[in-house]
């Protein structure tokens, strides 16, 4: 599955901003699907992730009760909507998908699918 993240931007702390991550190929009814992140010279870090129905969630302690994940199978798209941002948010955000029913993997290498990034930057 082609996964394409959009969205991302520049905005001051406090603000929100909703990413979105398109399929194409394949359905994403198959996939649990996750978002990470990667700020400048750190590693690829979990953000959330969410099952095949979209009712199961999980999410890194940094984002919980800020972020929320959720997803349109109908629309074979996925999206994180980022409340109350910190400077410490700014970083690429990737979409990932891994085949089957373990949406509580947090390893980047659990994931066979990638989008290209989308960046994030949140100024103080």
């Known amino acids: 599955v082609q996964l394409q993240a959009s969205g991302g931007g520049l905005v001051q702390a406090g603000d929100s901003l909703r990413l979105s991550c398109t399929a194409s190929?394949?359905?994403?009814?198959?996939?649990?699907m996750a978002w990470f992140r990667q700020a400048p010279g750190k590693e690829r870090e979990f953000v959330a992730s969410?099952?095949?129905?979209?009712?199961?969630?999980n999410y890194a302690d940094s984002v919980k009760d800020r972020f929320t994940i959720s997803r349109d199978n109908a629309k074979n798209t996925l999206y994180l909507q980022m409340n109350s941002l910190k400077p410490e948010d700014t970083a690429a955000y990737y979409c990932?998908?891994?085949?089957?029913?373990?949406?509580?993997?947090?390893?980047?290498?659990?994931?066979?699918?990638w989008g290209q990034g989308t960046l994030v930057t949140v100024s103080s």
């Open positions: 990932a998908a891994r085949y089957g029913s373990n949406f509580y993997a947090r390893r980047s290498t659990d994931y066979e699918s």
């Open positions: 190929g394949r359905s994403l009814i198959s996939y649990s």
């Open positions: 969410i099952n095949q129905s979209g009712v199961r969630k």
